[in-house]
Each structure stands twice: as structure tokens, then as C-alpha cells.
């Protein structure tokens, strides 16, 4: 399992149930990773979606609400439950992309993360994720050159997880 994400220096992700910027190579990078693929978010990142379920893909919706309506998407109450649901999936093949509390919860199960790095301090973000760079397991295995798109400086990087967890009830 990977998890994929977009970060600022202060790793904030969010602000209002929204991304903080609009990143068009990101969103290509994103499609390009996804596509074919699983991907598993909470429902508060689902419903933020433009346009729902992503095409082409698995859509996987954590939620707590018994009544949540995601037509199209498999629906899961918890962790167990989509344990479960992905074990049929390559684990290489099923993507954690948000937001807040479902990265922070699922990333010490993933082998690897896609984050874009964005030259930035965003303060007044309320989504933010735990900087898997303070985690000695955490190693980084790629960065790109920067690039340059509506004003922000932003590199893709990956890291490999050196001590995966298993998930246990
Ligand atoms: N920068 C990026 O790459 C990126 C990517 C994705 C999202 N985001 C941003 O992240 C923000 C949203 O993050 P968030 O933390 O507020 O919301 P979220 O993670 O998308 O969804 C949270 C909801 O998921 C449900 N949930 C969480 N853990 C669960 C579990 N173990 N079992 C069942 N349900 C569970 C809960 O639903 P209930 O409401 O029913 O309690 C919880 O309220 C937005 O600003 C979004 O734009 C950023």
C-alpha cells in the first residue's frame, strides 16, 4: 500500500474541506499514479471531490456514517473492514490519498509515499499530516528537479517505508 499527497514546508494539506493550491502538473501526477489502481479516502476528502468517484479507478470511502451514499465507491466502517476489502488488490496497486486523519492513521501500513513538496509555509491550513521525515524508517528514494506553476516552487519525492506495520485489530 502507498500513500499519496501534497505538502507544504509545514506539511499542511487543507484548509476547509479544500486543497490549499491548484496545481495542475500535481493532478497530472496524481492521475498518472492512480489510474487502474485503488484509492481510499475519507469521506470528508470524497465529498470534496469534483467529480465522484474518481474515474477509472477503485474508489475506497472511510466513513463512520451508516447512511453515507457513494454510489459507485465501496464503502468501509473502519479499519478492519477495509483491511479486509483490499487484500483481493496488489498491495502496490492501492493508493491512501486523504485527507488528514485517514493518512495519519493508515501510513505507518504503506510501503511508500508520493509526496509533492511545495516551497511554502502555509500557516492558516486545518488539515496537516505528520511529517514522515522526522521517522527514521521513513527513507527518501527519489526527488525531482523544482518546477515552477502559478507562482509556487513544488518537487515530486518518494520515500520508502523501511519498517511496515502490520495491521492488527
Ligand atoms: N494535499 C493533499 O494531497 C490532500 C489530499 C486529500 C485531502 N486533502 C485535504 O484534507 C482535508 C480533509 O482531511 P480530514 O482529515 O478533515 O478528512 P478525511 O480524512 O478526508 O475524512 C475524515 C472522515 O473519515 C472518516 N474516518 C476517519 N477514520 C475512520 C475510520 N478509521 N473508520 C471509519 N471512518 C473513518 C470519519 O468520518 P465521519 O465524518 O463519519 O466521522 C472522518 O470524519 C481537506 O482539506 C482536503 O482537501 C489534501
Redesign the pocket.
Known amino acids: 500500500m502507498n500513500f499519496i499527497?501534497?505538502?507544504t514546508k509545514n506539511y499542511a494539506?487543507?484548509?476547509?474541506?479544500?486543497?490549499?493550491f491548484h496545481l495542475p502538473s500535481d493532478l497530472k501526477y496524481f492521475k498518472e499514479k492512480t489510474t487502474g489502481k485503488v484509492v481510499i479516502?475519507?469521506?470528508?476528502?470524497?465529498l470534496?471531490l469534483p467529480k465522484r468517484p474518481l474515474p477509472n479507478r477503485t474508489n475506497i470511502v472511510?466513513?463512520?456514517?451508516k447512511n453515507?451514499k457513494a454510489n459507485g465507491a465501496i464503502v468501509?466502517?473502519?479499519?478492519k473492514e477495509l483491511f479486509e476489502k483490499i487484500k483481493q488488490f496488489q498491495p502496490d496497486d492501492v493508493f491512501v490519498?486523504?485527507?488528514?486523519?485517514?493518512y495519519n492513521?493508515l501510513a505507518k501500513y504503506c510501503h511508500k509515499a508520493y509526496i509533492t513538496k511545495i516551497d511554502k509555509v502555509v500557516e492558516d491550513a486545518?488539515?496537516f499530516v505528520t511529517n514522515i521525515e522526522e521517522l527514521s524508517n521513513w527513507k527518501k528514494i527519489s526527488s525531482t528537479e523544482s518546477k515552477t506553476e502559478n507562482g509556487l516552487d513544488f518537487r515530486f519525492e518518494v520515500f520508502e517505508n523501511t519498517h511496515v506495520e502490520e495491521f492488527k485489530e
Do not use: E, H, P
Request: charged residues 15%.
Open positions: 499527497v501534497a505538502v494539506i487543507g484548509r476547509k474541506n479544500q486543497l490549499l479516502m475519507g469521506d470528508r476528502t470524497y470534496s472511510l466513513t463512520l456514517d453515507f468501509v466502517f473502519n479499519l490519498c486523504g485527507g488528514a486523519s485517514i492513521q486545518d488539515a
